[in-house]
Every structure is written in C-alpha cells, then in structure tokens.
C-alpha cells in the first residue's frame, strides 16, 4: 500500500500580528500509519516552519496535542490520517480556548479551575502525605470507584467540546469536575469538603446539561458527563443530610503488628518548599 | 453554597411537577379509565365537577403547590438560559431580581385566584 496525497488545511492565527485567523492548504503525501502530528511535522518541514503547536509523548499519553481535526477535537499523535477518509485534514486549536498562536490554546484557565478543586488527596495526616511509611488501605472495589476518572490525561478535548463552557465563562467545566470526583469518589481521601465549597457555588456542576459531548471525544475513554453527575448526587445529598463519607483509609497496618521487612524506603523529595 | 441549594429546589419542584401533573392528567383525561374503578361517571369537565374542586380543601392544596413548583422549575430554567447569553454582573443581578419578583407577584396572584374560586363559585350559584 503506498502514500495518498492529502491536503492539510490549518488554521494559523498569531494574536497581534494577524487581524484574524486565516486557513493554509498544505499538500503531503500520507503514507500508511500516518498520524496528524506526523503530517503537521511534516507541513513544518517542508512548508511552513513557522507553524506551532504543542505535542511531546506521541503516544496519546501526556495530553499535549489536542486540536480541532476535521471538526471534532481530538490527539493529534492518535488519530491517523486514513482513520479521517477524504483528503482533506482540517486542523484548528481547541474551541473554546484562547490561541496562543497558530494550534497552541491557552489551557491557564483550565489548570486554574484544576488547581482551584483541590486535585490531590487531601488528608488530616499530613506527615504521613510528605514521608509515606507505608501504603494506604484501599479495596479494589474501592479502586474501581474512581479508577477511569483517574486516566484523563488533561488534553481539553472535554472542554472543547463543552456547549457549556462555550457561553458560559465562569462554568469550571468537564475536566476540572471530573477530576473533583476522581478524588472526592477516592477512598483515601478527605477533602469532599473544601472541594464543596467551590463546586456550591456558580463554577460547579449545576450548569451542565447533560449534553454528554465531553464523553464522546475523550481520547482516553474518560466519561466525564458522569462524574458530573455523580458530583451533583454527592452534593445534593450532602446538602440533604443523606451523604454519609466514611473517614479516610488509614494507612494499612504490619502484620500482626510488626513491621514489615523488605518495603523500599520513599523515593527522596525532588520537589523543596517555596 | 447559592447553586447548589437552587439546583436542589428545582429537582425537588421537578418531581412536584411530576406527580401533581400526573394526578391532574388521572382526573382530566383519563376518566373513563377511572370510572372501571368506581369513581363514577361525571364529566371531569362539567360545571358542577370544576366547582367541586374548587370548594375541595385538597385541590385547592395541590394547585397551590402545582402553581409554586411549576413557576420555580420554570423561572430557574428560564434563569439559566439567561444566564447563557453571558450578561454581565449588573444583568444577572437585574435577572435574579426579575425573575423572583416576577415569579411572586404571579404565585400571589395564582394562589389568590385559587383561595377566591370557592366563594365565586358559590356566588355564581354552584
């Protein structure tokens, strides 16, 4: 099977130079097994190397290369171009999102509303949290609460993909609340409450209407339509006094109360404060 | 804290909705069904049946409460597709303020008109 000559059409905006976006044709040749990051790598290799983007693993792991492709956000490193038909490959940035330049969004207000849901396992033991001596206690159907919300890969296709993110600024949207309930359905958690008191308020899931799009194009099968929900179930009945949380696991205690040999000791912090 | 609390009233008003619809469409539309049970055979609406109702402390209750529920889950929808055009601090408050009033001033006169039917019926020879 040999290569298809395809046309990459992308969209290239650079805020304070251009007047407004504009679309290029590139044409390439597609051999089989292309990816659309291959494409773009090639487009800058050939035609346009001035062209940006964001993208690093190629492998659909590390989240960088969301982009609009052929109408419906997706990973640019995970999608090959015969899976698109046609010989047109449209590519734009994330709707939704600021351009930084050409196909690099602006994902700040995204990581902000993150950061502002506590996206950590919070916890009173926080001795424990910085010099861990040992695992916590968590079942694994305890696991499976919580386990596809923890493979988002924070791409923002979800939020591209949002009608409700689109008009509704202060919305924090599928992937801030979805990463709420990974760790508010975890555990070993206790932080249900601080997360509460931003997820009551007009950035939490009450905006939502169910339209379930953010499901639909996650690349990592994350279903965050249903974290949503969850999260207004949880908070909903917290509200009524129907919410009961147990306390958070306890670290797993030794065998007959001793201590059990051979565990490895923490890794050494690579982070320091300040 | 506001949302939340908002969200939950028009759940709460939703299921309201659901079950006092669904005893007003038992009695209005389906009353041949019911009359196999023994609930006789009066039009629902005939004159004589609308007064009945209207002199019937439980109707008049349940209108009430259809009246108050349906307006909240509306006026909070219609809320929220306001709130989609993405106004800015001064409108949302102008539309908050709007929709309460509104929706008062409509309860009021709604639950008025209820309480006054049974002395305007009787009036009215019924």
Known sequence: MGSQSVTFRVRRYEPGTDSEPRWEDHRIAAAPGMTVLDGLWLVKEHDAPSLAWRSSCRMGICGSCGMHINGRPRLACNTQVSELGGDIVSVAPLPNFAIVKDLVPDLAPMFEAHRGLAPYLVREDTAEQEAPTREYRQTPHELERYLQFSYCIKCGCCMAACPTVATDPQYAGPMPLGQAQRYDGDSRDAGFGRRRAVLSGGSGPWRCHFAGECSQVCPKGVDPAKAIQLLKHDLVFDLLRLHRRAPAAPVAEAPHGAPREGIPAAPARTVTDG | ?126
């Open chain 2, 1 to 126: 804290m506001r949302d939340r609390t908002l969200w939950t009233w028009h759940v709460g008003a939703g299921l309201v909705i659901l079950v006092l619809l669904g005893l007003h469409m038992a009695i209005m539309h389906l009353d041949a069904t019911l009359g196999l049970f023994g609930t006789g055979d009066v039009e629902p609406v005939d004159w004589e049946s609308v007064v009945s109702r209207m002199q019937d402390l439980f109707f008049t209750v349940t209108y009430v409460l259809l009246l108050g529920a349906a307006l909240y889950h509306g006026g909070y929808g219609l809320r929220n597709i306001l709130l989609e055009l993405n106004p800015g601090p001064g409108l949302r408050r102008a539309i908050d303020v709007g929709l309460s009033v509104g929706g008062l001033a409509l309860f009021a006169f709604g639950t008025w008109a209820a309480l006054a039917a049974p002395g305007a019926a009787t009036a009215a020879g019924g």
